[in-house]
């Protein structure tokens, strides 16, 4: 019963905006049909995990552990128990073969009963490759009913005028056709080309500032800087501003600190730029576009200021009505909160939800909260989920294992507070048991849903030896060392990290991008402070025998991480589902970056 309120509430999204603009009684609707679910949440997950069966009954992958098995009349109870006893956990390794034969052609039932026509492609910034997975109109229905969900809780704490514009930095990838003729492209791509897209869009007369020819532009500096005009020449009808990452609003706001003057030309006399190549996305600009001379003149005035107090507060000062910039703020996003403060000043930051391109997985019910202490409520009716008990233990030096032990999954139901786990899978497109490789902890309940915190992605990133140092541990390194940078004076643009085990002893090599002129000294400052900021007791007791060398800071020019995003991008990547990679091991992101290295220093932390 309250799967299928959840399908009604679907179907009445098709007619309200996921903007925060909705109407009261659908907010109150989704809200109730929420605290109902959450309520329910042992029941919800036990009924959606018998629903993605029953769909799904026959394919190739669930018939290798039912065989025939009946288990459309089997007590769901007894259903869930015997899927947890039967199918093992998997990896995207235990996937792929499966999805690869979907990509060149096989329309057997495979994976779902229901034909996949579209394949997602991961960013690839995590493990070094984009990752191929089932995209399918649930996927796009649930992106919309996520939105709409999380714009009824916004609204309550920033309500929204109804018909204002979003300032959206939302990009498209270059989509694919498969050896079977499928389409492939970044699940964002599939979803701004989604039936659920436009109904957001043009039924409800709420829209970004940008027409579709500029978010499907392939190229991304061009759809920026037609972004930023828009936004400007909707300047007082904007109401917030967004993206998928953060990093795109960073990188949008940087691209306009470079490109301010050419773009106030382009509002004055209702031109633009050359540097805007692509026909399409030149001719729907140039269609919304006329001279706003007084308009320029304001803008640049604000600019002039606003540049010699280092770009300060910019965005609401240029978008005065803007109640709140909302974007993914977690996870890798993290080292970018920084600049985005900057540039908002007092415009609060609301983090996005949790999901990956697997799929969705947590709502942000507080969204007064900052960053850094949000969390995520479980959405119980998108996908069954079961949660890894991780468990910290002594490391053991002799062994590459990582430092925890994993206990039997359990459901939603079982899980507690202040405990860590890793995130598992069961989804309507046809992943079952899929170990997601998020480590979460429990912060506590909304009804009887959990609430998530996002800590690290799982995989390893940097060991040489004994060393066991997640994306977290670098993340917290870095943080340390760049505390020393701005107290100097500068500023750090980016950064990434390579184990280097080539030549003995391996050592941790990290890779700044800054800004601001800063004395050699504090630059081995820094790379002393990350050093010992590495706590992890392996890494500890490999530097004092020296059986790991020291860490070495590698200082690259300016524009170093924008030629690691062209790559990306020119690789199929779009920019709104980028994330620069934390650790690289890639041959030809390493070239780049050691051709562009202009200074190195190693530690000295444990001479």
């Not at 309120?5 to 996921?18: G, K």
């Not at 309520?39 to 394919?59: F, R, S």
């Not at 030309?265 to 399409?280: A, E, F, N, V």
């Not at 709502?363 to 468990?391: G, M, R």
Request: overall charge negative; aromatic content about 10%.
């Amino acid at each position: 019963m309250l799967l299928r309120s959840l399908q009604r509430l679907m179907e009445a999204a098709q007619v309200v905006t996921s903007n925060g603009n909705a109407d009261g009684d659908y907010q109150y609707e989704i809200i109730s049909w929420f605290d109902s679910v959450s309520k329910n949440a042992a029941m919800v997950q036990t009924e959606t995990l018998g629903q993605i069966l029953h769909l799904n009954y026959g394919v190739e992958y669930l018939k290798k552990w039912f065989g025939d098995m009946k288990i459309q009349d089997m007590d769901a109870c007894a259903l869930e128990s015997l899927y947890a006893s039967l199918v093992p956990l998997a990896s995207h390794a235990d996937f792929e073969p499966f999805i690869q034969r979907i990509a060149d052609g096989d329309t057997a039932p495979i994976l779902t009963q229901q034909p996949i026509t579209t394949l997602s492609l991961s960013s690839g910034t995590t493990e070094g490759r984009q990752k191929l997975l089932p995209f399918t109109r649930h996927s796009s229905q649930t992106t919309l009913h996520i939105y709409r969900l999380a714009a009824a809780y916004r609204s309550r704490v920033y309500p929204i005028r109804e018909g204002g514009r979003i300032l959206e930095f939302i990009y498209s990838s270059k989509q694919l056709k498969t050896k079977g003729g499928l389409t492939a492209g970044t699940a964002t791509t599939h979803y701004y080309a989604s039936e659920e897209f436009n109904i957001k869009q043009e039924k409800t007369k709420s829209f970004t500032c940008s027409p579709q020819e500029v978010i499907f532009g392939v190229a991304y500096k061009q759809s920026t800087y037609c972004h930023l005009l828009l936004g400007l020449l909707f300047w007082d009808e904007v109401e917030l501003i967004a993206s998928t990452f953060a990093y795109s609003i960073v990188q949008a706001f940087a691209t306009f600190e470079e490109q301010w003057e050419e773009i106030c030309s382009d509002i004055k006399d209702g031109t633009l730029s050359s540097r805007i190549t692509l026909p399409r996305m030149r001719k729907a600009v140039l269609d919304i576009i006329s001279p706003s001379p007084c308009l320029a003149s304001q803008i640049e005035a604000i600019c002039r200021d606003s540049k010699a107090s280092n770009w300060y507060g910019i965005v609401p000062r240029l978008w005065p009505n803007a109640k709140y910039v909302y974007s993914i703020m977690t996870g890798s996003m993290q080292p970018y909160l920084k600049k985005l403060k900057h540039y908002a000043a007092s415009l609060p930051l609301v983090s996005a939800d949790y999901g990956s391109t697997e799929g969705w997985i947590g709502v942000n019910l507080d969204p007064c909260l900052p960053p850094e202490d949000v969390n995520f409520a479980v959405i119980p009716t998108f996908s069954y989920f079961e949660f890894i008990p991780l468990n910290k233990k002594k490391q053991d030096l002799t062994s590459g294992t990582v430092g925890y032990i994993e206990d039997e999954p359990v459901p939603l139901s079982q899980v507690k507070i202040g405990q860590e786990y890793e995130l598992v899978l069961t989804t309507f497109t046809g992943l079952y048991r899929y170990r997601l490789g998020d480590v979460v902890e429990v912060a506590g309940f909304h009804n009887g849903t959990p609430k998530l915190n996002f800590i690290f992605r799982r995989e390893l990133i940097l060991t040489v030896n004994i060393d066991k140092n997640t994306e977290n541990d670098l993340q917290l390194a870095v943080e340390r060392g760049s505390e020393v940078l701005n107290k100097y004076g500068g500023e750090l643009v980016d950064f990434t990290s390579h184990a280097e085990v080539m030549h003995q002893p391996g050592h941790y090599m990290i890779y700044w991008e800054i800004k601001g002129e800063v004395e050699e000294r504090v630059l081995g400052e820094c790379c002393g402070v990350m050093d010992a900021s590495f706590v992890d007791h392996g890494y500890v007791v490999s530097r004092r025998t020296s059986s790991i060398g020291p860490l070495e800071l590698c200082i690259v020019e300016t524009g170093t991480f924008n030629k690691v995003l062209d790559y990306f991008i020119g690789n199929g990547a779009a920019l709104g589902q980028f994330k620069t990679p934390r650790c690289t091991n890639n041959h030809i992101l390493l070239r780049i970056l050691n051709l562009c290295t202009i200074k190195r220093f190693h530690s000295t932390a444990y001479n």
